[in-house]
């Protein structure tokens, strides 16, 4: 016999929300309750999330704690700013995860400087595969879920850090889905279709300081990120190269990488010889891995492939929703693609 | 208990063959046998299946009647002309979802003309959404599975064609995935990028005499059919666009689309107001359907969105198969797409 | 000696806007006067234009009389509604060539079918290659640019009037600009992008009426149009698919194109075995046709390709500014594409 | 009166050949003579090149002396290891233009690592806007054009060479058609369309050298370059993001770009806040930058943006042809690019 696990969306009309429900619509457990949204309320849900068929009856309610109480589990796909409230007033009975930025800083400075106003506090960070990630997450009752480009990012380079100089170099070519359903003038199809262009560079970006913490507490000493986000003309799909020189050009870097996801069931690093491509990754769980040396100037180069909207967000939530509550960890979760 | 069915596919290195052990690996019934490929064999099929990881360590075989024999079910992703010997070698023991055309079409005259050569008879038409289509396809040993665009096209006109004149027009949009990996210049990324062409225009199209067949039985009297097909750049998705003159402009279209498919698990007719999009059929086994009636021309337009390579092809060979071994039809299918 | 023409773009920030100036830019008789916006009014041009570096240093004024008038010409590239009383203002000295619809249906009761309110009367109809269309643009004061639309679809089957019965069929295949930069979630780029799309079906869209009044100008009879516009993912161009019953299907079409069109620089019939593809027009004043019969239904087929934001909108205004002013009617225009 | 310049391009069925005889057809000085190719010589140019209108009656002859000579430019778009004997039998008195990499590198023992075999001796370097960049190609009788991610790196980094320390990191986001027309299945759209990926990764691709041997010249000191190019699903276009530590955080960094560029006619620094895209240069011979700083890491990020078929090769052979023959060097090129 198995237990029945009744979720809500809030947030459902997004990107990040729709993929929520994708992916737990293949979960065995599951029982889909209440979705919400915020401009869209009141609207069939199939008018903005035409994939969700088996959902097309569906309506958008409005996002509030009335509507999100009395679900097993509560997965909040909202702007940043929102969360700590309806979290606090769901209480504890209530398994809250937050696709959003709130909860992953770990320091109020930062959170500050980054995205301004007061700190809501720290919760679980959802990147199990981080070293003794995977601990804070079983049994948890709030999870922070990571941004799309810390996960590709963090994984791609934790596993070097005891190898590495203390300054890391990472551009990472995204799809336009990353940005959401905004309606701004340089994600319409005319413009993104046939063009790539940097945002956010100089260490702009709001993850700068989340893939910054992430591998400095991998290192157990300060990391420097440099991060460029490049858009690409692709709806899904992040590829990081990341790059940093070693201390050592003969250290076994691949060692390292092999030791560190033996065990993992979603990151793989590829045979030598195959590079990552992100429609391998797309629609699934996994993050493809590949790694070498410059020799030339006894650099690491790491490159790695994640969909944003799956492992980046809405499959990682799944994820941490499975080790919250005791299920096995890769239930409804897929290292299938969809290619091409 | 389950019982669990054994499989081959024969041509796995291709986009059909890939697609197919991608929904395989989520059905729950499947073990997955051989895999076979032409030229590719010898090699990793993660080489040319990169987002199959849990397929990594399988090696790619000669696609001979020895690899083959000995599983209860066989797919053929092959070229014309390779079935029907294969087929019979491997017995009635094996169930064999043929991919390819041989078997498809009725009448030798059509295939000598569209195909050349000996017409290698007819199996069973694996489009159980045509009326009495389900009732050879149960317990069936030998399936034909249908063109992507003749399962699209006639779909979209099945229910109307009593109340239709007897010539309809279909033009449809299709991603480049429907050509295989064939190494064409046509078929490079920069020659299909940003462009669209038409191709096979003129009734000039293989695909031409099957919507035919399949509309003529419907109909129970001659179709006339005008197919032009369009190359656009995306990967997957077919949208044809089927118009046709009505007998009478006052006829009950929408009902008879809802009656038609009223049961049909797959093929869902939007809410009025919605219109078809491939991403929202992209990985899916679903079609989904608009109509409406053109009133000063007196004209029925219906549009159709399909992923030509999973309900197009290897869905509908899934599909077939579980009719064949009479399982739930749905078993390891889906109607949710990966969007956006 | 060579004059000098000076003009203004009214929309200068809008995708027609960029385009005209684009190919104004070539023009060797062009000095660029007053560019004017509506909300991004104030603004840099670079900012909203950033491929027309030559006008980096150019101010978006307010769209008024004040602004536009002094100039030899002013082209409009506004949404409906907004010509007439511009032009009326700005007097017979300024030659106005309108890139919207305002001025170019005949009907008044058309006009208010399909757009509502008053009609603001016809203007010369842009578009000199359909049969004696040439004789009103010369020294015209007032043009009428078409739709993109209606002129790839009205050189498409104009040469063939004579021949077909008198019905047509057309879908027309479009990139994302045609819809301009309006910031709608459908035209987003991750909605787009992998995704085809039709829209305005059953007769819904606005050039319907465009259509029908040229082939029925054309023909001398009423032609009866069925126009389906398919989106794909593409930022420009349309190819259209254009097929009617032909009277006699021993008729000698490919005669027709070759006669109608052997002194037309810009419409191209393509040598026997080649097809038209958008990328070859892309950038270009040129339009690529096609023919074929499909014997088997006594049906003529043409697939016809072009630029919408060039030859469909911005080209045809540079080429009517041409044969208004007395100049030649291709200066400044390129029958060259940019492909890949 | 205007000299004539009578040119052939060996090579003429490619994307290099293609786009070189789109720029040539709008240069007022040339005469386009000879047109010849490989394996698709006997072909109609059209047949390979269909947006070249203007040339539809050309044929492609084969790739000799005998078709070659007799011109006053031959452009070499070939691949590596045949343009030195051909440049020597045409002798002197043609200018030689080659857009492939034999004559590039400097140094024999680098040639031999990267392409190997014997060199076959260097060129001038078609690079003008690089420091004393433009001397040796006034009046050259040989011109080796430039690889198109060391023309965009290279213009990125080398007015900052005296501010950085002297390694720098590259990654740079290609369209597909920088891997020309060959036939191979990663370069086919259903592969790269809706995916990235990077390749030549680790140091290995052979412009690694070229860019290496540019920025140690501007600096006067070895530059180290960590260099990885990746592929997007675009067909033209390269971003490239270029970071480098730099000496003094407090440098001043902008005025050395101003300064380096103030004069250049092709090389374009944004206004602040404006970020380059490729888009806005497509089909043009413009590169846009950016730069900041990282103030957290004092790091330099330098975000250039070149259409790697123009800028990026054929409008750099068309550039340098006209410093070649004394011609202004920006005669039939332009800095307007094609967008959206």
């Known amino acids: 016999m198995r237990m029945t696990v009744r979720i809500a969306v ?24 209440a979705l919400t949204a915020n401009s869209s309320a009141g609207d069939k849900l199939l008018k903005h999330q035409p994939h969700l068929l ?60 980054w995205y301004g106003g007061e700190h809501a506090g720290t919760w679980p960070y959802g990147l199990p595969e981080l070293p003794n990630g995977r601990d804070a997450l079983v049994g948890a009752r709030r999870v922070a879920v990571p941004g799309c480009y810390p996960t590709v990012s963090s994984l791609a ?8 100089e203390d300054e890391v170099v990472i551009v990472a070519v995204s799809g336009t889905s990353g940005a959401g359903k905004s309606l ?21 970006h709001r993850h700068t300081p989340e893939i910054t913490q992430n591998l400095t507490a991998a290192a157990g000493r300060p990391i420097k990120v ?10 899904r799909g992040i590829l990081a190269t990341c ?35 992100t429609n391998a990754v797309l629609g699934s769980n996994a993050v493809q891995l590949q790694v070498t040396v ?19 967000t809405a499959g990682a939530a799944v994820q941490c929703m499975n080790l919250a509550l005791g299920l096995p960890e890769t239930t409804g979760l897929s290292t299938v693609g969809v290619a091409p």
């Not at 380079?157 to 590495?164: F, G, K, Q, T």
């Not at 991060?227 to 709806?235: D, I, K, N, Q, W």
Request: proline share 5%.
């Open 226 to 235: 440099s991060f460029t986000p490049v858009l690409a003309p692709m709806s």
């Open 157 to 164: 380079l934790a596993p070097a850090v005891d190898l590495i």
């Open 54 to 113: 088996p959902l097309a009856d569906r309506d958008l309610q409005d996002t509030t704690v009335e509507t999100l109480k009395g679900h097993d589990v509560v997965f909040l796909a909202l702007p940043h700013g929102h969360s700590a409230a309806l979290a606090e007033q769901l209480g504890d009975d209530t398994v809250v995860i937050d696709c959003g930025a709130d909860h992953r800083l770990t320091s109020a400075d930062d959170w500050k400087r």
């Open 243 to 277: 790059t940093a020189a070693l201390k050592d050009t003969a250290a076994h870097v691949r060692e390292a990488y092999e030791k560190a996801y033996a065990d993992e069931p979603f990151v793989h690093l590829l045979p030598e010889g195959l590079w990552p491509t």
């Open 184 to 204: 701004k003038t340089n994600l319409l199809g005319s413009e993104v279709m046939g063009s790539a262009s940097a945002y956010g560079v100089g260490g702009a």
């Open 10 to 33: 809030a947030g459902a009309s997004g990107y990040a929300g729709g993929e929520l429900l994708r992916l737990l619509l293949g979960h065995p457990d599951i029982e889909i309750g």
């Open 294 to 312: 410059d020799s030339d100037l006894g650099r690491l180069v790491v490159v790695a492939a994640v969909d944003n909207l799956a492992k980046g």
